[in-house]
């Protein structure tokens, strides 16, 4: 996870996160359970349809979070 955001500020939550499962080309059905998953986990799952622009820092540090999460990775350094 990069130290700098890079979010698309005008993408909702759900917007983002499918643009980044696309990029790693991840099957529609197990895209959108992934997603709800990891914004249950992290408490966002209320902030589905909202912008990245209209959330807190915390909140987008979070949303980047689940977009290095979303591709199953295998090895993840804290």
């Known amino acids: 996870m990069p130290q700098n955001m ?10 983002q996160l ?11 059905e197990t895209l959108n359970w992934r997603i709800g998953e990891l914004l249950q986990r992290l408490k966002l799952a ?22 290095a999460l979303i591709h199953f990775p295998k090895l993840i350094l804290l």
């Open 46 to 67: 209320e902030y589905e349809n909202t912008r990245i622009a209209s959330m807190s820092m915390g909140q987008q540090r979070r949303i980047s979070l689940i977009c």
């Open 18 to 28: 499918q643009f980044f499962g696309r990029i790693y080309q991840i099957p529609q």
């Open 6 to 15: 890079c979010l698309f500020h005008y993408m909702t939550v759900s917007e």
